[in-house]
């Protein structure tokens, strides 16, 4: 089981003066481009285009309502960008002047959700801008569009109005990074060090409570015995050790599969039932390949030869499959699509970790997709303790 201490860094964790080479090349691995200083809590620094690194000041943590309106501006800026661009291109007019009236009114009243988001997170950022945006599309996107509606000229028909709020929400949701400048908010270096933002070496990296740190964080401190010895960012686990296990686990799930069908005695005919459902889970290349090895003897049992020339999403559905009048003696494998997605990142050698637009944030590696390949490892680790358990029930009634 890989630990935090098989893919954090150890060379730096603070910006240093006498070794800019080692912290450029630390942000730009993790495409990150600013570290806290490591002599003053109220800096930090930033890294340009060029290698160097611009001193920024931190923000005053008593001049929170100036960060709340900021955030708020530039939330409220985004909205009637998407609305103004939307609404012109119907109207063949700039309409500017009303959107701006009926976004801000309604961004306002936002400022109590921003002012409690900034009681529990010290780097204010795009990732706290998406989390605004998330509810926001809860709460208020049907009203907000309401009033809009309400203002904007007769003229504009129903279909074209459907097809602006159509547009307007799949943006929303799939424009999942904004633009925001970072501010640092923390009074003291302990602050900075709290729980919520360390973590052991030892821990395994899928562990829910490491996920909840680094959906809190992103970037973590090490800490062993009191010492810092190293920092782990979730684009991190991207690195090597985690595919060669990740590899060695489906590959493991893959045998334990085989191996229960072979003792649950899978005939060619279950095959063919597969192959005749209205969206068929197996492929026509691979019931031919297995029906011309039988010799198209449908009664014939699956021999462990024949069942691991099967394609990983085959034996899922397969192994979830139930023959009539056979027993429910086993559980089936939970989310086999989302494990059968994270073994094709695997074969193609997708980043387990993706980058968003480069352009638009200084965190540019997307959380979702860390989001979502964390649930892929925790759908194969619970798959993989299912089938080995059922594995020993049927070699104990053998």
């Given at each position: 089981m890989l630990t935090i201490a098989d893919i954090m860094t150890k060379e730096v964790a603070y910006f240093d003066p006498a070794h800019v080479d080692i912290c450029v090349s630390f942000c730009k691995e993790r495409k990150i481009f600013y570290m806290p200083s490591a002599e003053d809590d109220y800096v930090y620094y930033q890294l340009q285009r060029d290698g160097t690194f611009?001193?920024?000041e931190l923000v005053d943590p008593n001049r929170k309502a100036e960060?709340?309106?900021?955030?708020?501006?530039?939330?409220?800026?985004?909205?009637?960008?998407?609305?103004?661009?939307?609404?012109?291109?119907?109207?063949?007019?700039?309409?500017?002047?009303?959107?701006?009236?009926?976004?801000?009114?309604?961004?306002?009243?936002?400022?109590?959700?921003?002012?409690e988001k900034m009681k529990t997170r010290s780097l204010i950022n795009s990732q706290l801008v998406n989390e605004i945006v998330g509810v926001f599309m809860k709460k208020i996107a049907d009203e907000l569009l309401r009033r809009l509606r309400q203002k904007l000229p007769k003229s504009l028909t129903d279909a074209d109005w459907e097809e602006i709020t159509a547009s307007f929400f799949h943006q929303l949701d799939s424009e999942i990074v904004y633009s925001i400048t970072p501010i640092l908010v923390y009074k003291t270096r302990r602050?900075?060090?709290d729980e919520l933002k360390t973590v052991h070496p030892s821990e395994a990296l899928f562990k829910d409570d490491v996920y909840e740190k680094?959906?809190?964080?992103s970037l973590l401190f090490v800490m062993d015995r009191g010492k810092r010895v190293g920092m782990v960012h979730f684009s991190d686990y991207n690195r090597l050790p985690v595919f060669t296990q990740t590899f060695q686990r489906l590959h493991h799930l893959e045998r334990e599969m085989v191996k229960a069908l072979t003792m649950r005695k899978v005939?060619?005919?279950d095959l063919y039932v597969l192959r005749n459902m209205d969206q068929?889970?197996?492929?026509?290349?691979?019931?031919?390949?297995?029906?011309?090895?039988k010799n198209?003897?449908?009664?014939?049992?699956?021999?462990?030869?024949?069942?691991?020339?099967?394609?990983?999403?085959?034996?899922?559905v397969l192994y979830n499959y139930r023959r009539d009048h056979e027993p429910i003696n086993w559980s089936p494998i939970q989310h086999p699509n989302i494990i059968n997605m994270l073994r094709n990142r695997i074969a193609h050698s997708n980043d387990l970790v993706e980058l968003v637009d480069?352009?638009?944030?200084?965190?540019?590696?997307?959380?979702?997709?860390?989001?979502?390949?964390?649930?892929?490892q925790r759908a194969l680790e619970v798959a993989l303790k299912i089938v080995s358990s059922h594995n020993q029930y049927l070699t104990m009634d053998l």
């Open positions: 611009a001193k920024k960060l709340v309106q900021d955030v708020l501006y530039k939330f409220n800026g985004e909205v009637i960008r998407k609305l103004r661009i939307l609404t012109a291109d119907k109207l063949n007019y700039d309409t500017y002047p009303t959107v701006t009236e009926v976004v801000v009114d309604m961004g306002n009243a936002f400022k109590g959700l921003i002012k602050e900075l060090m680094l959906r809190y964080s005939q060619l005919k068929p889970p197996v492929s026509e290349r691979e019931v031919q390949d297995t029906r011309q090895r198209g003897d449908s009664e014939a049992i699956l021999k462990y030869s024949d069942l691991e020339k099967l394609y990983l999403k085959t034996l899922l480069g352009t638009r944030s200084n965190l540019i590696y997307d959380f979702k997709s860390f989001a979502a390949f964390y649930r892929q």
